[in-house]
């Protein structure tokens, strides 16, 4: 309900953030935290409308207007019980979250959005804070083992959800600590790691247990996993980055995005010198999605001389065009933290060479392209040369790295190299599931714990037949 | 009798009455032919209040009753050979008999066979000779044979003959009905008496005297002469059903008929008399089953008045008056107390003629909305009629006119030759008896008993388990209870509902949910629970009851409550009375161990069995209880467990002997009580309702202390159970308790039947096992095995608020989005992906509709290109009424523009139009909507509002809340607003949930006939709502002359309306369509009226289907909003609509982005899917498929478990009738209105009219004239305007009786003179012009004491004056809102709802004076110092008069009134101004006073007030 009248008396404000000179120095939150007293009005905004399209819009179907109208009264306790109730992450979400709820808020038809994904935040930290985050009892136990491969946003909504049902859950992780891209492939800047342990060792008090640095795939293997347990989870995530296949791509100083962002996380969660670090380079990053930005970001933060992000494609309009109108996804302009830090954007450059000195990358040349009836047509005259000294790739993945799975269980893939699933997520091969990114290709973190927590549904009716 | 049989919707017990009905009697019991002859002309001048059906020349019915003529039945059995006895020693049995000769012959030989057994004696039979050369077809069709039984009196007194003739007839009518002797049903006995005989028949009055020959013999005399004249809405008239019965003749309705009769026939075994010559269960139906409402009443007065009650004290009992008031004389209440246990209140508006021969009276019922006028003539007549000026009366003959008040009783006793008045009569009857010290001795009340506590609440996890088990979602706690208890009141939603009829919804909804509210449109209004509240009772009492013979202290042994909701403390209280001595209680639990196939229908059946036991063994109170809930036994629905209880009881006959309470965790919105109690309960303790607030409170989410959240909770709940009553036009739960007034849909007949019986279902369904799978759902949530798979399933509800989780919604998400989208860009491919989601979830289990497939083998489909185009489909389309006021100007006028550049038609709403947009634009758009509604409180309704419109729709219901008025918060109601409703800006406006001037059919024709002579061309219609009844009603209308009827679903939207209303009030317009389309088929009705449909309509599936079903045109209100923007917030009600449309906030209205072309493209592409639909059926126009319902077929691919048991047969049952019968309309009927008064004044007005100078005009009038001044005033606002011409342009001198309506829209310029009277609505909507009554010159009688003019004169008046010479009835000024007035006394309810202008009252004013004025200022004269208690002080304050200025005005309205009636009280009071001014009662609306103080700091100090009254008041002197 929030105050009928809350949003014409009050406008949107959104955390605020800490000054760029200084949020450039460090890799800690650039947010900070929210006053309640503007916690309560940002909430009272809420209109508790009579088709909630934010509750709608959020793939977690999250009850946005009921935790709104709690924050509103300050029953920050009530206001967590309907959050927990769909989202078992929701301080992951209130920090990283694109917030398709804002988009599709209604306020955000003529006005601004109600302010959710910080209210979400807000919720979570102070339930952290108070102490209402405790191991949740689960069901009784089933006796059911599960496996669930990879420790990422789905692979963790899986886990957390089959355990609560009852069943005896075993996370995979390849990697030498659990949590994926959640852990390595997100800059601290955006989702603290301390947030991480903080879920990680709630997850193990309820009884979730972690195997580290397994690889599934060679040891164990698929197949002798499977015959272990009476379900297996692949949640391995869309790791196989898209190729640039241009003349010079072999060159050094070329880098991945993942490569890169995992570098860089590594080396802040130790304290020692990344990899591979952009400290005085020209950096370009290519690639104008959320990994480039996260890119850019950290590029800075490392000392770089210059970052430029390179988009193939054109710029987006500034405001929504008339055949994507509200409450669909925006396809706009939109500036990131990491873009206000500073960096420049070129849209709608195509790489067309890599040029090297020596073996190590100098220069990137590209050609300008814009879009005719949706087909990519070159502009003639106007080709570039753009000094570089790293160059970043994110340009987003193609896929799960499925090979052993395929190989040795023989689950079949789909048209876009996906692991195939039908409506209940359950895979080829019997007792064998898989969700977020591996099934559906990369994709938002709430979709993965959405799907962790959806395939957790189904596989429990499974195995309780 | 002889109604045609249940077939397709149609319900035979659905039939109503309404009529004039009067009499005509000598004081002294003179007989003469004068009188009969007297009697007949004042029915022949109620003609216009009867009715004809599609056969003009059979009409509803018409009769008359008379003393038995002993000259004439003496001379008659001479000539015959019979050997008459002496006067009284022989009775008459006026017989309709079978025109088949065998039956015929079988009938009376029983009859004569039934005589002898009873010990009397068989004189003769005579034949009545009749004439049926002039009646109309249909009548003469059912023609019976009449002839006369004359019986002599053997071996009984005088007194006992009466009650031996009744057991004759009574004995001789069973009989002939179980051997079927008649199986044509026309056997009937008019009358059987000694003392009165009736002849009536299924005819016109007119035809009456011709039709009976022996109405015109000179030996027929009489001192007493009853006439009715019916209007039935009733569509299938019977020779039996015409008036008058054996002792009344009814203008009226009775609402509770079928909890009356149920009652009655639960008293079985209580009733016991000596009187009736042995076992009365030969008698038995007491209460014949099929007869009309008033047949039935008449049968039960009958019975009364035989038992040994006399008529006046029978009449008292079956119609007490409001009696729980503080103003009522002691001994009176204690009468009326007494009375109440050993009957109920046949509840319903009434006026009643009744007599026994020798006593002739009439009553009202409590809230008076009948009219009935009298006079007493200087000669010794008594001329009684619902209308004044129905016998001609020479002014100097004139001793006394006056009307009857609500629930007061006028008597004339023959014998004594006396006149007695109400208080006479009744204070005898009340002093006969002791009743007080009966009442003392017999009745306990609650604080008598010794306080037991009450179980401990349930708290935390213990309390959720129960909310789950019983079915409750968060919203329950959320949106309905936490406002309940934080401020005592129901909370208010807005928008309509979308989501499923119950039995298509998967969420195990509660049973309350299959039940859909019933309420009053048309033949009955509802009653204002609100501003009338002094009629509304919630007295309830419990125990067993008395025998209705009887009358001995004993009978009243009960147990008062402190109202029907229990809290647990009281109910504690009421357990704790075990084994004292005093009553009996005991506990039934009402839960099942939910194991093995049909679970529920065992323990139900044990749990009635355990019912009857308990009464058996002296049990007086059953209190059925759920607590015992637990993890193995789960609840019994509670509304199924009280009716079957109850049901089983009267079955049994026993059901009196016993109270039923119930204690039940179910039950906790207003709907669920009002089920409970509507189905037997006399008392509800929602013991988890009230844990649940108190929980609530405990934690905060309740502001208010736990007791005052309980206090809140029980009157919320009180105040809606009003509201519920009061909707069906019920005042007091007494008589709602077991009324049944509920419909369901989805329940198998075989449930309903068993333990729901008399309750309309007829769309069949589930039965017990699928409840029982239902109550084993909601008991698993709370109880079951926690299945680890719910644990994240919120029980969130969503019924309210669409929740992806919840119950599914028609808007949601998809498909508000896709709408918009499709709309806003035109896109046909968009749009049908819109219509696909949305006919998805229709099919998915969301309205009956989405139940049926379009049949399309039987017909090639044409091509496309063939159909006809969709410009001239979409002239069919309307738009929803949607009040300027409840939207945005800019939204409102975006849908006229746009249904303007359609040729379709938008529809202003209730709230008046600005006259600017009664101009084109410059580009040629037209901002006018060419449906202006008439609505309960018409806001703006001027003259010149009605003639800019093409169609004229009276407003009686409103899918949303049928029954309830509207409500326009008052941060709603800007300048803007405030001006063109002719109110104050920031004053809540209330609309009335009657139309002050529509009581009845005949009232509704009435208005027909008003607004169809200001606007001669426009289409008059009629929107009624979907009921199960709604058939009879479309029929009613369609004879009262409208030319559309619109019938709305219950998931139209509104502005504003408790949440119970939108969800539980009416139902789908798939039933009503289909029933209205049936029952004017078989009626030959329907070629006449253009049917439209609204409430729901999404897409052209639906909007075919409605064609199919029988729709000429569609209403589409919701879809068409949601094109211009509304994405359904539902916050219509806070004013805080972000899209801008339902909003007058100036910062929002900013945000509305809709155009004319949004809304051209969505009828028009709405158009296009229906030409696709039409075109695949095989028709090229939708004419073609109007009608054509065997087009319709259930689908057959329906799996789910609950939807696959629906029976859809009577929804698609083909209507059956008569050869050539039309299916759709043709050309849409006028009100005649050429026998209009006007006709001539506007001949004589001619140069005004065209500019030229004034003119007087002289003219004789009477009753028959209606309405004069209307059409006059219609031609004037057409070519002036609504400022119309000069003051007295047109002077019009009237001498007479003026016909109801007098003034009605008078324009200004006009004044209308009258010397005489006149009858009901005098000056309704006056719009500028003058009126002045006054009494004729020659008159004996002074004016000030003495009627003038009848009830609701002045209603929604706008401007003008208007000088009364004369009392005026109740309501007088109602909804008052600028016109001046000048009266010499008002009847109760005066200046109700006023909103403007001035009214002076000279005289005594009758109780609740000023009941929610919010406007406008009232000047009483208060000679006798008793105003201050009959002033309605919730929203006005009392001063005296002392602004200089304001004593001027007041002065100088006396002045005019002496000036105009030279009335002689105005003189007076002149003549003593100095002393009489302190006398002088100022009635100031407290919010008016805020806003004109608020106002005068902005205007210039000097005059402000006058200028004020003058803005707000228009009026002319300022």
Redesign the interface.
Same mark, same amino acid.
């Given at each position: 309900m929030g105050k009928?009248?809350g949003?014409?008396d009050w406008d949107r404000r959104a955390p605020e953030k800490r000054p760029k000179s200084e949020r450039l120095k460090d890799s800690r939150e650039i947010e900070l935290a929210v006053e309640p007293m503007e916690q309560s009005q940002q909430a009272g905004r809420c209109?508790?409308?009579?088709?909630?399209?934010c509750?709608?819009?959020c793939p977690l179907?999250n009850?946005i207007?009921?935790f709104n109208h709690a924050v509103y009264k300050g029953?920050w306790k009530d206001a967590w019980q309907a959050l927990s109730?769909?989202n078992d992450f929701p301080e992951f979400t209130g920090r990283i979250c694109p917030a398709p709820c804002e988009a599709?808020c209604?306020?955000a038809?003529?006005?601004d959005a109600v302010t959710i994904e910080a209210l979400e935040k807000g919720i979570a930290e102070r339930a952290f804070a108070e102490g209402w985050v405790q191991p949740r009892a689960t069901?009784?136990r089933?006796g059911k083992k599960v496996a669930v491969v990879g420790s990422g946003p789905g692979g963790l909504g899986a886990a957390s959800?089959l355990n609560?049902?009852?069943h005896d859950v075993t996370v995979f992780e390849r990697d030498d600590r659990p949590g994926g891209l959640l852990r390595y492939g997100i800059p601290d800047f955006k989702l603290e790691r301390q947030v991480l342990e903080r879920r990680l060792a709630v997850l193990e008090r309820e009884g979730v247990r972690f195997r580290c640095g397994v690889d599934v795939g060679r040891a164990p293997t698929w197949t002798e996993l499977k015959a272990t347990h009476d379900a297996v989870v692949v949640a391995i995530g869309s790791r196989r980055p898209r190729e640039l296949e241009v003349p010079g791509r072999e060159l050094q100083g070329v880098v991945r995005a993942l490569d890169y962002l995992e570098a860089s996380n590594r080396a802040v969660a130790t304290g020692e010198a990344p990899r591979v670090s952009a400290k005085n380079l020209q950096v370009v990053v290519l690639g104008g999605g959320d990994t480039g930005s996260d890119c850019l970001g950290t590029a800075l933060r490392q000392g770089a001389a210059s970052v430029t992000q390179v988009e193939l494609l054109p710029a987006p309009p500034r405001a929504r065009g008339?055949?994507n109108?509200?409450?669909?996804w925006p396809m706009v302009m939109r500036t990131s933290t990491s873009h206000e830090e500073g960096g420049t954007r070129l849209f709608g450059r195509k790489t067309t060479a890599l040029v090297g000195e020596g073996g190590r990358l100098a220069a990137l040349e590209s050609v300008g392209v814009r879009l005719d009836d949706a087909r990519m047509v070159e502009v003639t005259g106007s080709a570039q040369r753009l000094p570089v000294d790293l160059l970043i790739l994110a340009m987003g993945f193609v896929g799960p790295d499925a090979s052993a799975l395929t190989g040795q269980l023989g689950v079949t893939l789909d048209g876009r190299g996906n692991v195939k699933v039908d409506g209940r997520f359950a895979t080829s091969v019997p007792g064998v599931w898989a969700v977020g990114d591996a099934r559906k290709g990369a994709s938002l973190v709430v979709w993965a714990i959405a799907d962790g927590?959806d395939a957790a549904?189904a596989i429990?009716?499974a195995l309780?037949g | 009798m002889s109604f045609p049989p249940r077939h397709g919707l149609y319900e035979p017990s659905t039939e109503h009455d309404a009529c004039g009905t009067g009499f005509v009697a000598h004081l002294r019991g003179e007989k003469s032919r004068a009188i009969v002859e007297q009697a007949l002309e004042v029915l022949h001048r109620m003609k216009h209040r009867g009715a004809a059906g599609a056969d003009p020349e059979t009409g509803d019915g018409a009769g008359i009753l008379l003393q038995v003529p002993h000259r004439f039945f003496k001379r008659e059995g001479q000539r015959l050979g019979l050997e008459m006895p002496r006067r009284r020693h022989y009775g008459v049995a006026q017989c309709f008999l079978p025109a088949d000769e065998g039956a015929r012959k079988a009938c009376q030989s029983l009859l004569e066979a039934v005589v002898e057994e009873e010990g009397q004696r068989v004189l003769g039979w005579r034949d009545v000779p009749v004439d049926a050369s002039a009646i109309g077809t249909v009548a003469r069709t059912t023609l019976p044979v009449m002839r006369q039984l004359l019986i002599a009196r053997r071996r009984v007194v005088p007194s006992a003959f009466e009650r031996k003739l009744f057991v004759i007839r009574k004995v001789a009518e069973n009989r002939i009905r179980e051997k079927g002797l008649d199986p044509s049903g026309r056997f009937h006995v008019a009358s059987c008496s000694a003392e009165t005989i009736v002849y009536k028949g299924l005819l016109l009055p007119k035809q009456l005297v011709g039709f009976y020959p022996d109405l015109s013999d000179p030996d027929l005399v009489s001192a007493i002469a009853v006439v009715h004249s019916r209007f039935s809405t009733n569509t299938f008239p019977t020779w039996d059903l015409a008036q008058p019965f054996r002792y009344i003749a009814h203008n009226g309705e009775i609402n509770t008929l079928q909890g009356n009769r149920n009652w009655m026939s639960s008293r079985r075994s209580l009733l016991q008399s000596a009187k009736f010559f042995g076992s009365l269960d030969r008698l038995q139906p007491f209460i014949v089953p099929g007869g009309s409402d008033s047949a039935q009443f008449d049968n039960m007065l009958e019975l009364l008045v035989l038992g040994g009650r006399s008529l006046p004290h029978a009449m008292m009992m079956m119609i007490p008056e409001a009696w729980n008031v503080a103003q009522m004389d002691e001994q009176r209440r204690a009468f009326y107390r007494y009375s109440s246990s050993l009957m109920e209140p046949w509840d319903g508006p009434a006026a009643i003629v009744f007599t026994d021969g020798s006593l002739v009276g009439a009553t009202l019922d409590r809230n008076g909305l009948r009219p009935a006028r009298y006079v007493v003539t200087e000669d010794d007549r008594v001329i009684l009629a619902s209308e004044s000026g129905v016998l001609d009366v020479p002014p100097a003959q004139v001793k006394k006119k006056g009307r009857l008040q609500p629930g007061r009783m006028f008597l004339v006793d023959t014998q004594e030759g006396r006149l007695l008045e109400d208080d006479e009569v009744k204070d005898e009857i009340a002093r006969r008896w002791p009743y007080q010290k009966w009442l003392e001795r017999n009745v306990s009340t609650f604080d008598e008993l010794a306080d037991v506590p009450a179980p401990p609440p349930l708290e935390g996890e213990a309390l959720s388990r129960a909310q789950r088990a019983f079915g409750w979602t968060?919203e329950d706690l959320r949106l309905l209870l936490t406002p309940m208890a934080d401020t005592g009141k129901e909370p208010v939603g807005s928008?309509g509902n979308d989501a499923p009829l119950a039995v298509l919804s998967d969420r195990a909804p509660s049973l309350f949910d299959y039940f859909h509210q019933l309420f009053a449109q048309v033949t009955n209004p509802p009653i204002d629970s609100l501003r009338e509240s002094l009629v509304m009772s919630l007295g309830t009492s419990l125990g067993p009851d008395g025998n209705t013979f009887e009358e001995t202290p004993e009978q009243c042994h009960q147990l008062t409550l402190p109202g029907p909701i229990l809290t647990n403390a009281q109910l504690a209280r009421v357990l704790g009375m075990k084994n004292q001595g005093l009553f009996e209680p005991r506990v039934l639990d009402t839960v099942y161990e939910p194991q093995g196939p049909h679970a529920l229908e065992r323990a139900v059946d044990r749990l009635c069995d355990l019912a009857v036991e308990a009464v058996d063994q002296g049990a007086d109170v059953l209190v059925l209880s759920d607590r015992a809930t637990g993890e193995k036994r789960a609840p019994m629905p509670a509304l199924l467990a009280l009716s079957a209880v109850h049901q089983r009881l009267v079955r049994d006959g026993i059901r009196r002997h016993t109270g039923l309470v119930m204690e039940t965790a179910e039950a906790r919105e207003v709907h669920h009580f009002a089920a409970l109690i509507g189905y037997g309960a006399a008392a509800v303790n929602p013991w988890l309702a009230l844990d649940s607030v108190q929980a609530l409170s405990q934690s905060? =989410?309740v502001q208010v202390d736990t007791e005052t959240a309980e206090v809140n909770l029980v009157h919320a709940i009180n105040e809606g159970l009003l509201k519920v009553m009061s909707k069906m036009g019920i005042s007091t739960v007494q008589s709602y308790r077991g009324a049944q007034i509920f419909e369901a849909v989805g329940l198998s007949r075989a449930l309903v039947d068993r333990h729901f019986a008399g309750t309309p279902s007829r769309v069949g369904g589930i039965g017990l096992d699928e409840l029982d799978r239902e109550a084993k759902e909601r008991h698993a949530r709370g109880f079951g095995v926690?299945r680890?798979?719910e644990?994240?399933v919120?029980v969130?509800g969503g019924v309210?608020?669409?929740?992806?989780?919840g119950e599914r919604?028609a808007?949601?998400?998809g498909t =508000?989005?896709a709408l918009?989208?499709a709309t806003?860009?035109d896109d046909a491919r968009r749009f049908a992906e819109y219509e696909a989601l949305a006919d998805q979830e229709s099919r998915e289990l969301g309205t009956l509709r989405g139940l049926l497939d379009f049949e399309l083998a039987s017909r090639a489909p044409v091509p496309l290109t063939e159909v006809e185009p969709a410009s001239v489909l979409a002239k069919r389309f309307a738009t929803g009424a949607m009040s300027f006021g409840s939207i945005s100007a800019e939204a409102h006028e975006t849908l006229a523009i746009a249904m303007n550049r359609l040729g379709a038609r938008s529809n202003s709403g209730e709230g008046g139009e600005e006259p600017r947009r009664f101009v084109p634009d410059e580009n040629g758009d037209l901002r006018r909507s060419a449906i202006k509604q008439v609505a309960s409180a018409r806001f703006g309704v001027t003259c010149e509002y009605l003639v800019n419109a093409d169609e004229l729709q009276i407003k009686i219901a409103q899918g949303a809340k049928p029954g309830e008025g509207g409500q326009l918060p008052g941060h709603k109601v800007d300048d803007r607003i405030a001006k063109v409703r002719w109110s104050t800006p920031g004053v809540t406006l209330i609309s009335p949930p009657p139309h002050h001037d529509i009581y009845s059919i005949e009232d509704l024709a009435q208005l027909i006939y008003d607004l169809q002579s200001v606007h001669p061309t426009a289409r008059v219609s009629v929107k009624l709502v979907s009921e199960v009844g709604i058939g009879t009603i479309a029929a009613g209308v369609a004879k009262a002359g409208a030319g559309g009827v619109t019938v709305s679903g219950y998931e139209g939207g509104t502005g504003a309306s408790p949440l119970s209303s939108i969800k539980h009030a009416g139902l789908p317009w798939e039933l009503g369509l289909a029933e209205a389309q049936q029952v004017l088929v078989q009626n030959g009705l329907r070629d006449r009226v253009r049917l439209q449909v609204d409430g729901g309509l999404r897409t052209s599936r639906d909007v075919v289907t409605a064609a199919l079903f029988g729709a000429d045109e569609f209403g589409v209100a919701t879809a068409a909003l949601v094109s211009t923007g509304c994405?359904?917030?539902?916050?219509c009600h806070?004013n805080?609509c972000?899209?801008g449309i339902a909003t007058q906030?100036p910062?929002?209205r900013k945000?509305f982005?809709g155009t004319p072309e949004q809304v051209v493209a969505f009828f028009l592409q709405l158009a296009e899917g229906v030409r696709r639909h039409l075109a695949a059926l095989g028709y090229r126009s939708l004419d073609e498929a109007v009608g054509q319902v065997q087009r319709l077929v259930a689908r057959t691919d329906v799996a789910h478990w609950k939807a696959k048991k629906i029976d859809l047969s009577g929804l698609l049952a083909t209507p059956r009738g008569a050869e050539g019968t039309g299916l759709r309309c043709t050309t849409p009927q006028k009100k005649d209105v050429s026998d209009h008064l006007d006709h001539e004044l506007i001949r004589r007005a001619a140069g005004p009219l065209s500019g030229g100078g004034p003119v007087t005009i002289c003219l004789p009038v009477n009753n028959a004239n209606r309405t004069v001044g209307a059409m006059l005033s219609g031609e004037v606002a057409r070519r002036f305007g609504g400022t119309g011409l000069p003051d007295d342009s047109i002077r019009v001198q009237l001498r007479g009786t003026a016909g109801q309506g007098f003034g009605a829209f008078l324009a200004k310029g006009v004044t209308l003179e009258l010397e005489g009277d006149a009858n009901d609505s005098v000056g309704k909507g006056l719009s500028g012009g003058r009126l002045v009554l006054k009494p004729p010159v020659g008159a004996r009688y002074a004016a000030e004491e003495n009627v003038i003019l009848g009830n609701v004169a002045l209603y929604g008046a706008t401007a003008g004056e208007a000088f009364f010479s004369g009392l005026a009835g109740e309501r007088f000024a109602v909804r008052n809102s600028g016109a001046t007035a000048v009266v010499e006394g008002v009847g109760d309810h005066g200046c109700e709802y006023m909103t403007g202008g001035v009214v002076v009252v000279l005289g005594p004013t009758g109780r609740n004076f000023a009941a929610g004025m919010s406007g406008g200022v009232a000047y009483v004269f208060d000679r006798q110092r008793k105003f201050k208690k009959l002033v309605n002080p919730e929203m006005v304050e009392l001063e005296s008069l002392v602004d200089e200025s304001e004593i001027w005005l007041v002065y100088g309205l006396v002045e005019s009134h002496l000036r105009h009636t030279n009335s002689a009280l105005a003189k007076r009071i002149l003549d003593n101004w100095e002393h009489l001014v302190g006398q002088f009662v100022k009635v100031m609306p407290t919010d008016f006073k805020r806003v004109l103080t608020a106002r005068r700091a902005t205007l210039r100090p000097p005059s402000a007030r006058l200028a004020a009254t003058g803005t707000t008041g228009g009026t002319d002197r300022g």
């Open positions: 009928p009248s949003f014409i209109m508790d409308c009579g088709v909630p399209f509750h709608q819009g179907g009850l207007p009921d029953r109730l769909t599709s209604v306020l038809l003529n006005r069901a009784a089933s959800r609560l049902l009852g008339a055949t109108p509200w409450p669909e927590r549904k429990d009716a309780r | 968060d928008m905060g =989410l926690r680890a798979a644990l994240d919120p969130v309210y608020l669409w929740r992806r989780e919604h808007w949601n998400p =508000l989005a918009q989208d806003r860009r994405v359904m917030l539902r916050k806070q805080t972000s899209t906030d910062r929002l945000s982005t």
